[in-house]
């Protein structure tokens, strides 16, 4: 499917590696200029040029961590200074740690704050001004299953994606008339170093092996498997399009049906 993203300038958080890598990559192979971040500049730049080896895309990499604020406003910066705009905005964070209530002091509330909705709502404020101006944008969060279904032993990311499902889904209101949308998306069990470091905690916590718990992730799936990260991607991309124009406000779980309420 031609998706019609030649032209249009993205910026992808967190995408060295796992789903943010297989969004810039998507979102590339679909003809979009690219501005990529992460916190370690050599996975950062293998991934940039691979990214513009296999698409032909013209890619930007920002060394950056946008859970603080001059790390979101290197990223833009650069992005504004060789590309002049940001079109589509897909915000993206490693989860908080695994544990229960007792296992985090408010340090690690903060931590979790600044990692999962600060980066989230500070790359929004720096984008959405010239996405108002054009009277065109995409803003794409990427979320997780926990802010619709909590899983266990995940309280701090089942509170705070919570916030950030909160935040999109005002925001989508308050700029709907400017033609800018916001979605989240809501990524299950999918083959990532993060679900393998969930796999090792829970595994830890319980006295077992870590195959053993992705085996049992993959039973209380109805399809039975982890997600691809490039199903993922492939949501995120058709999300940043102009076909989908009048889809707003919407949180989607890429989940293989994990899920289990009906909305």
Known sequence: MQLGLGGRVALVAASSRGLGRAIAHELAAEG???????????SLEAARAAIASDTGAEVEAVVADVS????????VDRA???FGRVDVLVTNAGGPPAGTFEAHGWDGWERAVN????????????VLPGMRERRWGRIIHVNSIAAKQPVDNLMLSNSIRAAV?????TLSNEVATAGITVNTL?????????VESLAQ????KEGIAPADVLARFEREIPMRRLGEPNELAALAAFLASDRAGYITGQSI???GGWIRGLL
């Open 32 to 42: 979009a200029t690219l501005c990529m971040c992460a916190r370690h500049a050599e």
């Open 68 to 75: 603080e604020l001059s790390g979101v406003r290197r990223v």
């Open 80 to 82: 504004l200074e060789r």
């Open 115 to 126: 990692l999962t909705l600060r980066g989230a709502v500070e790359l929004t404020r720096a």
């Open 165 to 169: 499902t909160g935040f999109a889904k």
């Open 186 to 194: 809501l990524p299950g069990y999918t083959r990532t170093e993060r």
């Open 201 to 204: 905690a829970t595994a830890a």
């Open 253 to 255: 779980a890429v989940d």
